[in-house]
């Protein structure tokens, strides 16, 4: 089960400060642009590692991220 799709709008939640993205990313917000599919799932035991979302920045940076480090802009 996929909580996003591409076209929603995220705010970037990294909440451990020792994760090398934070500083980069936390609390940043942008548009997820593309959903990928992958097998990350099945070597966690958690489907919704099986998807990557790739999140577009303002100033059109993107990365890419896992569900657990993305909510809702709002």
Known sequence: MR???????????????DD???DRYHG????VVEVIEDD???AT???RDSY?????F???DSDH???RDLRPEG
């Open 3 to 17: 909580r996003f799709e591409a076209g929603d709008r995220v705010r970037i939640d990294i909440p451990d400060r």
């Open 28 to 31: 940043r917000t942008g548009t």
């Open 65 to 67: 991220f896992r569900w």
């Open 45 to 47: 035991g958690d489907e």
């Open 20 to 22: 090398p993205d934070f």
């Open 58 to 60: 303002e100033n059109g």
């Open 52 to 56: 990557l979302f790739s999140v577009e």
């Open 40 to 42: 990350a799932g099945e």
